[in-house]
């Protein structure tokens, strides 16, 4: 199984179930109507200003850029959301997403304003650790918040799945609204809600409800339960993916009994500041009574929340609650979205799935042939998610606007995790105006040859291809694999140097390229390089020996293909990130809200996912209480709406912001020239050139440690500026900028030695 975000969540998070449509006879529809919102939002102190409710959405792949060229773009082909983006607001469509550029990575920079190394998750969607005996084991990125890296045992490694600073736990993204006397919802997003139904000491279950609790017992149930079975799917319909984490003083979790029956503890212990007290809601079991209050349960089901249509969001066998992280539809978790505001829960962060992949036929998964299956630009099914989302968009801005929630009260942000490499061939036209692909699997060493409108990226056995002295490791299986060898050698270990090298010298067909063999990998890193990009977090035992960036059009990973010879072509996925080419770092972010420029498509900002935070933060009028790596948008921001630290030495303050960002971005222009440097080191094999590999390693490791420590007195100021009224010193700005500015041509010049 692939543990990767571009087929969806669900198989990431190590789902199989809750991934079918909610259209299951005997779940009645309640009108999509709902009261006006509750007077709980009352309580919520956003800002001095007129921003009272916080929007945040992000979806998994989804793309401002073309595809094709003869095809629109899903934002194109989404017009009632790139309209309300442009026409009322800000769209930044030169945003950048983080390395390694996956799903859990990409939304967590942006929900936390950090960059992988301060937030845990440097290798994802899933990643590999060394136990005390220099063994890799494996771990998963979706986690609850407070969940360790062992959530078994606890024994192999005991910090924090999101590592911070100190080796302590992340702090919370809730955290700034819930002091403010905010509810905050979470719908889907990585690591606010439970994201499985682990009964272990450490696991989601138990940290949440505690060993031995009604809940508890019931997601032993659906574990002992046979796959594809209703009992299977109840424990993930009732407690996964939903979440609210009430206000202080108990906020909705004590605006009635039932809800104060049905709230737990919301546990941070390492929260700076302290966060005793707080309560929170786990799961739509209980979450759906507190937005709902006085609606029955459907017969065997729990309280139903409808979708934009109208329709119950269900499971796969008919019961309200969780649909499942792949069946995050946009119907689906703007209903909730919606449902939340409206009853009183002013701050939603909600997630939505990739349309280009056919989630309609990926339930379930043992028993399906088809599951899952990608389409390509332009496929008729993809077209038709597509306009299915928009239609959504549609029913939720006018939902919204009856309920007088709107961009004079309410900030929307909208982006997307990363982008996605197409691999496959152009599909071919058909009557109705789709474009049509071969849905089959592929492999060149039998015939027929693969048909030109062929659809799916090509896997490669990477252990097959090196000699069979190479040292044992574990790989994190993408088009990006990161590697860890068995015993956690040091970097100069003869044995190690040796498979980098056998590595970065392997060569194989692409179909879509050439008939002859090409480049397996184009660039990589070990840890020296990996710091560079921000892919060393404080827990050392999570550190890859190296990592490699693919072709984008490969899938690479340590056991024999399905799809025939090793490589083949799988048509099941045929979306590609993780990687570095820019169809996948280049992103896009969505602004709309009082304090927003109405200035449409901004294509000249260069900006990356740790800006939002800091963006979102300044114009709700609250901070966060840690640092953050990301900077506050002031392109975007009308200067009534700034405080007169962000606007005194505007044009010295862009100019920093650029700076820190080219010097400090792993897509910046130091870090990609820095990634170009250490490919150089990584590729000596001689004595001559482990001469060169020693000098650009040196050089590289002195460079970043000149970057961090700049890196650290820039944010800082910016931090500092945003947040506490100290506006920058312009001389030293100006300073700042010249050190900026050398350290990135000296690593130009590194990277052309």
């Known amino acids: 199984m692939k543990l990767r975000s571009a087929l969806g969540r669900s198989m990431a998070r190590l789902l199989a179930l809750a991934l079918l449509p909610a259209s299951i006879a005997g779940i009645t529809a309640v009108g999509v109507a709902a009261a006006k919102p509750s007077s709980a939002v009352s309580g919520c102190q956003l800002s001095n200003g007129p921003v009272k409710h916080v929007i945040y959405l992000v979806f998994d792949n989804t793309h401002f850029l073309r595809d094709a060229p003869n095809v629109p773009s899903d934002l194109e082909q989404m017009p009632h959301l790139l309209n309300f983006l442009t026409s009322n607001g800000t769209l930044l469509t030169n945003d950048h997403t983080v ?25 994802s969607n899933s990643y590999f650790y060394y136990s005390p005996t220099k063994l890799p084991q494996f771990s998963t990125s979706f986690k609850y918040w407070t969940d360790l890296v062992d959530d078994a045992t606890g024994t192999r490694d005991s910090l924090p799945n999101m590592v911070f600073d100190g080796q302590k736990n992340t702090p919370a993204p809730w955290v700034p609204f819930t002091r403010a006397g905010c509810n905050f919802g979470g719908v889907s997003t990585a690591n606010i809600e439970l994201e499985n139904i682990g009964t272990g000491p450490f696991g989601d279950m138990s940290e949440a409800f505690g060993t031995g609790s009604p809940e508890w017992s019931d997601a032993v149930a659906s574990n002992a339960a046979p796959s594809g079975t209703a009992l299977r799917a109840k424990a993930f319909t009732d407690y996964v993916g939903i979440a609210i984490h009430c206000a202080q003083g108990g906020g909705i979790c004590a605006s009635n009994a039932t809800n104060v029956a049905n709230s737990r503890p919301d546990k941070l212990p390492d929260e700076p500041g302290d966060y005793v007290g707080y309560q929170a809601l786990y799961g739509a079991k209980y979450v759906n009574q507190a937005i709902r209050p006085g609606v029955p ?79 390509g630009p332009g496929e008729s099914d993809y077209k038709a998610q597509l306009k299915a ?105 003869p044995t190690l140097r040796k498979l980098e090298r056998d590595v970065a010298a392997l060569q194989a067909i692409d179909p879509y390229v050439s008939s002859s063999p090409t480049a397996v990998f184009l660039k990589m890193v070990d840890t020296i390089g990996e710091k560079a990009l921000h892919m060393v977090n404080t827990d050392t035992a999570r550190t890859p020996s190296f990592t490699a960036f693919g072709n984008p059009d490969y899938f690479v990973t340590d056991a024999n293909p399905s799809c025939g010879s090793n490589p083949c072509i799988d048509y099941h996925f045929a979306w590609s990130h993780g990687d570095i080419q820019q169809e996948i770092a280049s992103n896009w972010l969505g602004l709309v809200g009082p304090g927003i420029k109405r200035q449409g498509i901004d294509s000249q900002t260069w900006t990356d996912h740790t800006n939002v935070r800091s963006t979102m933060l300044a114009l709700a009028g609250l901070r966060d209480d840690y640092v953050n790596d990301g900077r506050v948008l002031i392109e975007a921001i009308e200067t009534r709406a700034l405080p007169q630290t962000l606007i005194a030495h505007r044009a ?85 900028i010249a050190q900026a500015q050398s350290l990135i041509e000296q690593a130009s010049a590194l990277a052309a030695s």
């Not at 946009?330 to 909600?350: D, F, I, R, S």
């Not at 982008?419 to 492999?443: F, K, R, V």
């Not at 001469?691 to 000149?706: H, V």
Request: aromatic share 10%; charged share 15%.
């Open 652 to 736: 010295t303050l862009l100019r920093l912001g650029d700076a820190y960002e080219q010097v400090n971005a792993a897509f910046g222009q130091f870090g990609t020239d820095l990634l170009t440097a250490s490919t150089h080191a990584l590729n000596s094999g001689s004595t001559l050139s482990d001469s060169r590999y020693t000098s650009l390693e040196n050089s590289i490791q002195n460079l970043t440690s000149q970057r961090d420590a700049l890196a650290a007195q820039i944010r800082s100021a910016l931090n500092a500026a945003a947040f506490d009224g100290q506006a920058i010193n312009e001389q030293q700005a100006k300073a700042w």
């Open 99 to 123: 390395l390694i550029s996956h799903t859990a990575g990409g939304i967590l920079s942006s929900l936390t304003g950090l960059y992988p190394d301060r937030q845990g998750q440097t290798v």
């Open 389 to 493: 989302y928009d239609d959504a968009f549609a029913a939720f801005f006018d939902r919204l606007a009856n309920d007088g929630i709107n961009k004079s009260n309410t900030l929307f942000v909208v982006t997307a995790d990363e982008g996605d490499h197409y691999a496959g061939g152009a599909g071919i036209a058909q009557p109705d105006g789709s474009l049509a692909y071969a849905h089959t699997n592929c492999s060149w060493a039998t015939t027929p040859a693969c048909p030109t409108n062929q659809i799916g990226e090509v896997n490669y056995n990477i252990k097959a291809k090196l000699p069979a002295s190479s040292p044992t490791f574990s790989v994190h299986r993408d088009s990006a694999p990161a590697f860890w060898v068995n015993g956690q050698p040091d970097r100069a270990d």
């Open 297 to 375: 349960a459907q017969p065997n089901n729990n309280v139903c929340v409808n979708d934009t249509s109208g329709a119950p969001v269900t499971d796969p066998f008919g019961r309200c609650g969780f649909p499942g992280f792949d069946w995050a539809l946009a119907k689906n978790t703007l209903g909730y979205v919606a449902q939340m505001q409206e009853a009183g829960v002013p701050v939603t962060y909600a997630y939505i799935s990739d349309a280009h992949d056919n989630h309609t036929s990926s339930f379930p998964a043992p028993f399906n042939p088809s599951f899952p299956r990608a389409s």
